[in-house]
């Protein structure tokens, strides 16, 4: 039934694009033109990974556990070939709406949306713009408002720099308002692949019984290839409608998140930096999430305290008749807001740190691009101290290294 929804989409769109190259009629206003690319990707790990997609979207080495001789199991290498990030994407362009110029994208990947649906087809981006003289308003899938596509890690690894970037795509309406080179941005949002962590483990479910999106506000300046840029995010959810003991309740967690971020493009080099502060973030590809504050004895109603953390990055790159790139990222765990009582929920809370560093290069011609790059990722894996706001303690850091070769043919 996959299969066959495929082909109908794929055929729907290749034929309304072939209609729409067709009519010469110079007052047609509507078309649809594909791009997207294949890629190959073959990758070796020196340690188990905590990663999805058999391996393909890695966030961080697997912590140290020992067998009875004292032996590290996740010592163990692994590796994988995989081409689930080969991509098709469809813009359209249609004719205006009162007097706004509209557009529209649909964007599906191979990349599924979970390891029982590896190879599948889901979507990626999917929304209609109309664009004003000077604001634009955005409704549809797209990515979430705290990746800035045009300051993110330009990494061979699909991971795009995650878990020190943001990483997300969310239904939303966005609205964008420029005046001159500064550029204002509003969004609401909510979960959809990406979402929070909770009692049931990860589900939508949370945001949407809080009955409020996440609400995104953003400013940039752009000049030429040139970008700088602060905002910040309010979101909340609520982990139980009901309590384990069958009563009602509607405690919410509210939490916070900030960025700022800058790009600067020298002739063929590009150098990006990014700062981001928060908590709860782990809907966002992060680690954290909370912890229960307190338990009502007598109902089981629980209050929730959320985990901060602070991540950083760094990239710069030189691109002209070849590539050459260096990533460098470090993330820290704050520790939850108030002390809790040791029940956490969220992605790799007993992380006190993580650091990365990962070179490529990248050789090109036409439509044809090879590369390479060597990932190194340290983790520093303890035990919480609850008595001391969730701080992670008697860590012990652990490292994977990833080469990973990638074949590009984009059209």
């Given at each position: 039934?996959?299969?066959?929804?495929?082909l109908?989409?794929?055929?729907v769109?290749?034929?309304?694009?072939?209609?729409?190259?067709?009519?010469?009629?110079?007052?047609?206003?509507?078309?649809?033109?594909f791009?997207?690319?294949?890629?190959?990707?073959?990758?070796?790990d020196?340690?188990?990974?905590?990663?999805?997609?058999?391996?393909?979207?890695?966030?961080?080495?697997?912590?140290?556990?020992?067998d009875k001789?004292?032996?590290?199991?996740?010592?163990?290498?692994?590796?994988?070939?995989?081409?689930?990030?080969?991509?098709?994407?469809?813009?359209?362009?249609?004719?205006?709406?009162?007097?706004?110029?509209?557009?529209?994208?649909?964007?599906?990947?191979?990349?599924?949306?979970s390891?029982?649906?590896?190879?599948?087809?889901?979507?990626?981006?999917?929304?209609?713009?109309?664009?004003?003289?000077?604001?634009?308003?955005?409704?549809?899938?797209?990515?979430?408002?705290?990746?800035?596509?045009?300051c993110?890690?330009?990494?061979?690894?699909?991971?795009?720099?995650?878990?020190?970037?943001?990483?997300?795509?969310?239904?939303?309406?966005?609205?964008?308002?420029?005046?001159?080179?500064?550029s204002?941005?509003?969004a609401?949002?909510?979960?959809?692949?990406?979402?929070?962590?909770?009692?049931?483990?990860?589900?939508?479910?949370?945001?949407?019984?809080?009955?409020?999106p996440?609400?995104n506000?953003?400013?940039?300046?752009?000049?030429?290839d040139?970008?700088?840029?602060?905002?910040?995010q309010?979101k909340?959810?609520?982990?139980?409608t009901?309590?384990?003991?069958?009563?009602?309740?509607?405690?919410?967690?509210t939490?916070y998140?900030?960025?700022?971020?800058?790009?600067?493009?020298?002739?063929?080099?590009?150098?990006?930096?990014?700062?981001?502060y928060?908590?709860n973030?782990?809907?966002l590809?992060?680690?954290?999430?909370?912890?229960?504050?307190?338990?009502?004895?007598?109902?089981?109603?629980?209050?929730?305290?959320?985990?901060?953390?602070?991540?950083?990055?760094?990239?710069?790159?030189y691109?002209?008749?070849?590539?050459?790139?260096?990533?460098?990222?470090?993330?820290?765990?704050?520790?939850?807001?108030?002390?809790?009582?040791?029940?956490?929920?969220?992605?790799?809370?007993?992380?006190?740190?993580?650091?990365?560093?990962?070179?490529?290069?990248g050789i090109?011609?036409?439509?044809?691009?090879?590369?390479?790059?060597?990932?190194?990722?340290?983790?520093?894996?303890?035990?919480?101290?609850?008595?001391?706001?969730?701080?992670?303690?008697?860590?012990?850091?652990?490292?994977?290294?990833r080469?990973?070769?990638?074949?590009?043919y984009?059209?």
């Amino acid at each position: 039934m996959k299969k066959l929804l495929l082909l109908i989409f794929v055929s729907v769109l290749v034929l309304s694009s072939l209609d729409a190259i067709g009519q010469d009629k110079p007052d047609s206003k509507f078309g649809i033109s594909f791009s997207g690319f294949v890629k190959s990707d073959f990758f070796y790990d020196s340690r188990q990974t905590q990663s999805a997609r058999e391996g393909h979207f890695f966030l961080f080495p697997e912590k140290e556990v020992l067998d009875k001789n004292g032996e590290d199991i996740n010592a163990k290498p692994n590796f994988n070939f995989l081409n689930l990030q080969t991509r098709i994407t469809g813009k359209i362009t249609g004719p205006d709406f009162f007097d706004a110029k509209t557009s529209g994208l649909i964007e599906g990947e191979f990349f599924g949306t979970s390891d029982g649906d590896l190879n599948g087809f889901r979507l990626r981006h999917a929304f209609v713009k109309l664009d004003w003289e000077n604001t634009s308003l955005l409704a549809g899938q797209f990515w979430h408002p705290m990746f800035v596509a045009d300051c993110s890690p330009a990494t061979i690894s699909f991971n795009t720099g995650a878990p020190f970037q943001p990483f997300a795509r969310n239904p939303q309406i966005r609205l964008t308002q420029k005046a001159g080179n500064i550029s204002i941005i509003a969004a609401l949002a909510m979960e959809r692949d990406f979402q929070s962590p909770g009692p049931n483990g990860y589900s939508t479910s949370y945001m949407r019984n809080a009955g409020i999106p996440d609400a995104n506000l953003q400013f940039q300046y752009k000049s030429g290839d040139n970008l700088f840029g602060f905002g910040g995010q309010f979101k909340m959810i609520e982990p139980r409608t009901v309590t384990t003991k069958n009563v009602i309740t509607s405690e919410k967690l509210t939490s916070y998140g900030a960025m700022a971020f800058g790009k600067l493009k020298f002739d063929d080099v590009t150098f990006k930096i990014e700062g981001v502060y928060g908590n709860n973030m782990a809907d966002l590809m992060m680690l954290g999430g909370y912890a229960v504050k307190s338990i009502d004895t007598t109902t089981n109603k629980e209050t929730y305290t959320p985990i901060n953390v602070f991540s950083g990055w760094a990239e710069i790159s030189y691109v002209k008749n070849f590539e050459l790139g260096l990533f460098a990222g470090y993330l820290k765990n704050l520790g939850t807001t108030d002390n809790n009582l040791g029940t956490y929920y969220g992605r790799a809370t007993n992380v006190d740190y993580q650091f990365r560093i990962s070179p490529r290069v990248g050789i090109f011609s036409g439509k044809t691009k090879i590369a390479f790059e060597l990932e190194t990722t340290m983790a520093a894996f303890g035990t919480n101290d609850n008595n001391d706001k969730g701080k992670v303690i008697n860590t012990k850091t652990v490292t994977n290294v990833r080469g990973l070769l990638s074949f590009i043919y984009s059209f």
